[in-house]
């Protein structure tokens, strides 16, 4: 349902477009949206398709992101698919980074991921429909030299994400995150103009994807859950804690029935 206005997010949206879907395009350059929006259009599977483009910021203030999604939830009717896409890479070794470098990193790729998040949460989780993406990056599974601020902020996400993924699964929400390796984009692009010699012979050892490539693994990860080989191994303790969770949902609405009727 929502991406961005450029490189994967663009092509995530394009991807669900062609599968019927209603997209809201969420970045903050209105001409880069409109631009977006015609070439989604393009790819319409019929004429009832739309795409409502809506330019805000998704890491500086939570009400004005809960805002615009009401806005766009009373046009389209409630999200089914949220895709947190939004998201900027800075490298340098530790000390020549800014520190304002972290803090900014941390806003757009952790909190951009948290707030649109955060709005969406209760109305999927009352209808009983939901999926949210998260974008993290192969930097969010490994420390990489030059990644201080990068990576940390995308290990950050997965984190927001398994928990999420924990109190969300009994009401049928369902959470995926994307590790993509470097992939061909204007961010990439962008982001190479200042990579340390260290970080790009380090990126080199793996090829560059094409972003209509990573976006197709994405959509297809986010409806049907595949599982790697880590979660696997995991997967003994979550069915433990997802069965504590199922019995205290449980537990909480026979108490609800009983307060009702006593
Ligand atoms: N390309 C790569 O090599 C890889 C990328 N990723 C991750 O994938 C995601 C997309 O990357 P990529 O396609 O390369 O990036 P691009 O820079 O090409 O596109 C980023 C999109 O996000 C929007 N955006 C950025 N900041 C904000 C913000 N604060 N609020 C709202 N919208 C915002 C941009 O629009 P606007 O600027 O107008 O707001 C643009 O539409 C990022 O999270 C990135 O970290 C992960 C692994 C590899
Ligand atoms: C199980 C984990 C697999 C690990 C494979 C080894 C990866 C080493 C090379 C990693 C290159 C850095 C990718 C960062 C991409 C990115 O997020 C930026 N390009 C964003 O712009």
Do not use: W
């Not at 991921?113 to 993406?133: D, L, N």
Request: hydrophobic residues 40%.
């Amino acid at each position: 349902h929502r991406g961005g206005s450029s490189g994967i997010g663009k092509c995530i949206a394009i991807e669900c477009y062609k599968q019927g879907a209603f997209i809201t395009l969420v970045a903050r350059n209105e001409d880069k949206l409109l631009q977006a929006k015609k070439e989604i259009e393009k790819h319409s599977i019929n004429d009832k398709q739309v795409v409502l483009c809506i330019s805000v910021d998704v890491s500086q203030d939570y009400s004005q992101v809960e805002n615009v999604i009401k806005q766009a939830q009373e046009k389209l009717g409630p999200v089914d698919m949220l895709v947190n896409c939004a998201g900027m890479s800075l490298s340098g070794k530790f000390e020549d980074l800014e520190v304002s470098t972290f803090e900014r990193l941390m806003s757009v790729n952790y909190l951009g991921s948290v707030y649109p998040s955060r709005a969406v949460i209760s109305t999927m989780k009352e209808r009983r429909v939901g999926r949210i993406v998260f974008v993290s990056s192969q930097a969010g599974q490994l420390g990489l030299f030059g990644f201080t601020a990068y990576s940390s902020s995308k290990f950050a996400i997965r984190g927001l994400a398994e928990a999420l993924q924990m109190e969300v699964k009994p009401y049928n929400v369902y959470v995926t995150v994307a590790y993509p390796p470097d992939t061909d984009t204007p961010g990439f692009a962008e982001e190479n103009k200042t990579k340390p010699l260290e970080t790009r012979l380090i990126s080199e050892t793996v090829s560059v994807c094409k972003p209509e490539q990573v976006a197709k693994q994405i959509v297809k990860d986010a409806i049907v859950v595949t599982m790697g080989l880590f979660r696997t191994i995991a997967l003994f303790y979550l069915g433990s804690f997802d069965s504590i969770v199922r019995r205290c949902m449980m537990q909480r609405v026979k108490s609800e029935i009983a307060d009702k009727t006593a």
